[in-house]
């Protein structure tokens, strides 16, 4: 019986917590700051980019005013130039890939918000509900405090610790 209630303990648990990892705005969320700073990486090649081909520049100069052969150089300026275009436009491609998902992640959340409403509208607990629903959203944005992780393992281990003195047969 003690057993009983401890295995419905622990799959309560794990229904909470996976309910919380399975929230498509939490989801979508994760995707947008995933894409974010897939960008700033992006912008950080770039610059490195440009800024090989500003040095290869200097370079060119530098063997122009001693009257040196420049040949090489401004093929490896030329081929700078080309894969610094193509990060360009690739970074432009981007930029707006990810202003098109920032904008479908509001509507579909925009859209979740409008289900819901639409479904609660005719329901006497609606307003209950609604508030369910926030405190919901609001649990699933925060982390975890330590102090379940401790319950949730000191938990488990004493399940494991009866499991191993009732033998686990007894358990299921």
Do not use: C
Not at 8 to 36: H, N, S
Not at 115 to 129: R, V
Not at 144 to 169: C, N, S
């Amino acid at each position: 019986m003690i057993l009983d209630r401890f295995a419905r303990l622990f799959k309560a648990l794990i229904d909470t917590i996976l309910g919380r990892m399975e929230d498509p705005a939490v989801l979508l969320e994760r995707t947008y700051v995933a894409l974010k700073s897939e960008l700033i990486q992006l912008r950080k090649s770039v610059a490195e980019s440009v800024g090989r081909e500003e040095k290869l520049e200097l370079q060119i100069k530098s063997k122009r005013m001693k009257g040196e052969d420049t040949t090489v150089l401004e093929s490896q300026l030329m081929q700078q130039k080309e894969t610094t275009n193509a990060l360009k436009k690739r970074l432009t491609d981007f930029e707006v890939d990810l202003q098109k998902a920032y904008t479908k992640q509001q509507v579909l959340i925009a859209r979740e918000k409008a289900n819901q409403s639409l479904k609660h509208q005719n329901d006497p607990w609606s307003i209950l509900n609604a508030m369910e629903n926030q405190f919901r959203t609001a649990d699933a944005r925060k982390p975890l405090p330590e102090k379940f992780f401790y319950w949730f393992f000191a938990l488990l281990l004493v399940w494991l610790l009866m499991a191993i003195y009732f033998g686990i047969k007894h358990l299921f």
